[in-house]
């Protein structure tokens, strides 16, 4: 009975180590091969990478069945294979760093701008001005390529453009008296309150204040119009914490007083949802809400696009929001490159950029495709006007974090739980001190 | 001191070679990680992976952080007021299924949906019902006349905490129920026979009997349910996402933000001890309540 006891004892002991050892080794140990690969092999074969295949990842589904068009072309005309992954847009962020820390990063992801230097600095991903051809260098916009610029080089692929201005339900306007579409944000706030009557859920306008990146897609054109900005004109400090941020806060306050009530809890999907149903008779934003309503055969000539309002001195910005395709140090980049050349061109991505109303940032999109510089094509001619007063949020490393402490003192100033001017100094000295980290 | 002999040894060592592979397991995924977070927490991370010395400015910033006694009370609030009102509602549910009435098993079934359905589904179900425009609450409080204009209860830094406990109190409560429902059939009939022999009436029955019969699981109950409180993150991320403006986030939330969004793992796991320090004593305090146990003679 005690052989017994004793030979289970050491069979449980050799089966746990042995366990144990197989998962810290971190490959599936199924043949002997596998097992045998030295350690020296495996970073051979990370530096050299796969040469058959590339994964590129994309964020939702948008243009994905171009994307597959494209990568089976692209596998026709190079032999090379590019297996395509679909991710959701909220965990993107967390995923790519946890895939990044473990050394597992995709060759090329679709992601944002805000991403770019971050990326660069950890080491993730490689510069690209040297990858792509000149042609397509030179084919991007300037606005474009400075955004996706850092100390002069290219570090990430100018993807899909939007540039955002505001949108007016004029059929609304004209019901409450308002003869003239509002210019300038003090104008609008004189005109809110006949836009608004809560007892027929009907209000002047749709934002976000809580919600720490669509608060500040909502903010930042007030914030800017105001002449206040995120950072300084170096970048060492906060440029909001002044009488001009605090003026636009306050700007932001007030016109909360008449926007739709779910702002605490709302997106910039559900302000987008606000101003086609008519709840909301304006808001900020693309015109993305509007190929909705064409797509479903629905009227929407009641909207009117316009720049976006002017604040005190007349400054009046646009929000651009660049996304960006990234390309990552897996030893693949000069085929990851290859593939997002390929990508990038009218018959493809151009494509995509007009089914969902973003702006072309290609010159050869305008070129080739006649419907984007077509006056009558209110989803994108409106905005791609507004390029020249584009703004675009920075690329600092801390963003993710300098965003929240915004959106969070913005969202205590109009819940009334700060004066505008707290809120502005709070918000201030947390994103001074983040910048010195 | 006596010498062991040499079969007690041999014994000995066997005794530990059987406990060996659990101690290996316990080692390996409980100590081995715990040991990594009171480590990592001297560390701060740089953009490029490497981990800096810090001592202990991690915790420092945890206690200069403007938004960390919102996180403390909230966490108080979340746990303290959750168990009481989740031990209350479930006794009270108790109490009413104890009694002999048409359609009781029905009436259990109904009770238990909350706590069997999906967390994912009854936060979805409670988003809608909560929406200040399209939501039952906010129209049924205007129709009534009790609120004036509609009111974004998730939405608001006032209320958007309770209205997420209220969503986790309704989950919940019927599992305390079932508990204390549990117990309350394991009371002899003979006692409550004898109360009413000596004419006690339904609330003196439950004042001398039930209730000090019950308070023992009750601690324990309550106990369980205050540590499944602390570590709750999935309600309160699909409800609220710990917004707006961290009006509703508690301790889990912030560790989660810092670790996965702002990617800060040293002040995450800096976070991590003060959470598991707490907790702690949540642990001691249910294992030494686990002692009290009823013996009916």
Same mark, same amino acid.
């Given at each position: ?18 366990? @144990? ?11 002997? %091969? ?13 530096? !050299? ?9 994309? @964020? ?35 995923? !790519? ?14 992601? #944002? ?5 971050? #990326? ?11 990858? !792509? ?29 939007? $540039? ?13 008296? $308002?003869?003239?579409?509002p210019d300038t944000w003090e104008g609008f706030l004189k005109d809110a309150e006949k836009l608004t009557d809560p007892s027929t859920g009907k209000y002047a306008y749709a934002m976000v204040a809580g919600h720490p990146k669509n608060t500040l897609d909502c903010f930042l054109p007030i914030l800017w119009a105001y002449d206040a900005d995120v950072l300084n004109a170096d970048g060492t400090a906060n440029g909001f914490d002044n009488e001009n941020g605090i003026a636009a806060l306050q700007m932001y306050v007030d016109l909360a007083k008449y926007a739709v009530p779910d702002y605490g809890q709302a997106d910039i999907n559900s302000t987008q949802n606000n101003f086609t149903t008519q709840i909301a008779a304006s808001y900020f934003h693309n015109a993305q809400g509007l190929a909705a309503l064409k797509d479903a055969g629905e009227d929407y000539s009641w909207a009117v696009i316009t720049e976006p309002l002017a604040g005190p001195s007349g400054s009046r910005y646009a929000l651009g929001v660049m996304d960006v395709d990234l390309v990552f140090n897996t030893g693949n980049q000069e085929l990851a490159a290859k593939w997002l050349e390929f990508w ?21 999109? #305008? ?40 959106? %969070? ?14 809120? $502005? ?13 | +001191? ?14 530990? &070679?059987?406990?060996?592979? +659990? ?18 927490? *001297? ?14 400015? /991690? ?12 996180? *403390?009370? /909230? ?35 109904? +009770? ?43 939405? /608001? ?25 549990? =117990?309350?059939?394991?009371?002899? /009939? ?48 699909? +409800? =609220? ?17 810092? &670790? *996965? ?32 146990? =009823?013996?009916?003679?």
């Amino acid at each position: 009975m005690r052989k017994i006891k004793t030979f289970l004892t050491l069979s449980l002991c050799v089966a746990m180590v042995g366990s @144990l050892t197989a998962c810290s080794s971190g490959k599936d140990s199924n043949t002997e %091969d596998d097992i045998n690969i030295s350690e020296s092999d495996k970073c051979v074969d990370e530096k !050299i990478g796969n040469s058959n295949s590339i994964t590129y990842v994309t @964020l939702g589904d948008t243009g994905m069945e171009h994307l597959k068009d494209a990568a089976i072309k692209f596998k026709e005309e190079t032999g090379i294979e590019v297996k395509l992954e679909s991710w959701a847009y909220s965990d993107a962020y967390q995923k !790519i760093l946890t895939l990044a820390e473990g050394g597992n990063m995709p060759d090329a992801m679709y992601g #944002f701008s805000s991403w770019t230097q971050q #990326f660069k600095e950890a080491g993730y991903t490689v510069a690209i001005d040297k990858l !792509i051809s000149s042609e397509l260098y030179n084919d991007f916009s300037e606005a474009a390529r400075d955004v996706c610029s850092v100390n002069g080089e290219l570090w990430a692929m100018p993807s899909y453009m939007s $540039i955002r201005g505001m949108l007016f339900n004029k059929n609304r306007l004209e019901e409450a008296g $308002i003869q003239q579409i509002p210019d300038t944000w003090e104008g609008f706030l004189k005109d809110a309150e006949k836009l608004t009557d809560p007892s027929t859920g009907k209000y002047a306008y749709a934002m976000v204040a809580g919600h720490p990146k669509n608060t500040l897609d909502c903010f930042l054109p007030i914030l800017w119009a105001y002449d206040a900005d995120v950072l300084n004109a170096d970048g060492t400090a906060n440029g909001f914490d002044n009488e001009n941020g605090i003026a636009a806060l306050q700007m932001y306050v007030d016109l909360a007083k008449y926007a739709v009530p779910d702002y605490g809890q709302a997106d910039i999907n559900s302000t987008q949802n606000n101003f086609t149903t008519q709840i909301a008779a304006s808001y900020f934003h693309n015109a993305q809400g509007l190929a909705a309503l064409k797509d479903a055969g629905e009227d929407y000539s009641w909207a009117v696009i316009t720049e976006p309002l002017a604040g005190p001195s007349g400054s009046r910005y646009a929000l651009g929001v660049m996304d960006v395709d990234l390309v990552f140090n897996t030893g693949n980049q000069e085929l990851a490159a290859k593939w997002l050349e390929f990508w990038h061109q009218p018959e493809y991505q151009g494509k995509v950029v007009d089914q969902s109303g973003w702006v072309p940032n290609q010159k050869s999109y #305008f070129e080739s495709m006649p419907i984007f510089t077509d006056e009558s094509n209110v989803m994108i001619a409106p905005f791609a006007k507004m390029e020249p007063i584009a703004k675009f949020k920075p690329s600092i490393i801390c963003w993710e974090e300098v965003q929240k402490v915004m959106a %969070d003192a913005i969202t205590k100033a109009v819940m009334g739980e700060l004066s505008a001017e707290e809120a $502005i100094n709070l918000a201030g000295e947390q994103v001074d001190s983040l910048l010195m980290k | +001191m006596k010498k062991s002999s040499r079969k007690e040894v041999r014994e000995k060592i066997i005794n530990l &070679a059987y406990v060996m592979p +659990m101690l290996i397991i316990f080692l390996a995924f409980i100590i081995y990680p715990i040991l990594q977070i009171f480590y990592m927490s *001297f560390f701060e991370r740089t953009v490029s992976g490497e981990m800096n010395f810090v001592g202990i400015k /991690n915790f420092c910033d945890l206690f200069k952080n403007p938004d960390t006694p919102r996180m *403390f009370i /909230n966490t108080f609030v979340w746990v303290f007021i959750g168990v009481a009102f989740k031990l209350l509602l479930g006794l009270g549910m108790a109490l009413v299924l104890y009694e002999k009435f048409l359609g009781k098993k029905m009436m259990t079934a109904i +009770m238990l949906i909350p706590y069997a359905m999906p967390a994912a589904v009854s936060c979805m179900i409670w988003r809608l019902m909560y929406n200040p425009m399209f939501g039952h609450i906010s129209q049924f409080l205007i129709d009534t006349h009790i609120l004036d204009g509609r009111i974004d209860f998730l939405g /608001n830094t006032k209320t958007s905490l309770i209205a997420v406990m209220i969503v986790n109190i309704w989950a919940v409560a019927p599992f305390c129920a079932l508990n204390i429902l549990s =117990t309350m059939y394991s009371i002899p /009939n003979y006692i409550y026979e004898a109360a009413r022999i000596d004419g006690a009436g339904k609330w003196r029955q439950f004042w001398d009997i039930t209730l000090p019969i019950i308070t023992s699981s009750l601690k324990t109950l309550g106990l369980l349910i205050g540590i499944w409180a602390f570590n709750t993150f999935d309600v309160i991320f699909m +409800m =609220t996402q710990g917004g707006p403006a961290n009006s509703s986030s508690i301790m889990v939330n912030f560790i989660y933000q810092n &670790a *996965f969004q702002f990617n800060n793992r040293g002040y995450s796991a800096a976070i991590s001890i003060v959470s598991f320090i707490v907790l702690s004593i949540f642990a001691i305090l249910y294992v030494n309540s686990k002692g009290d146990d =009823t013996r009916y003679e």
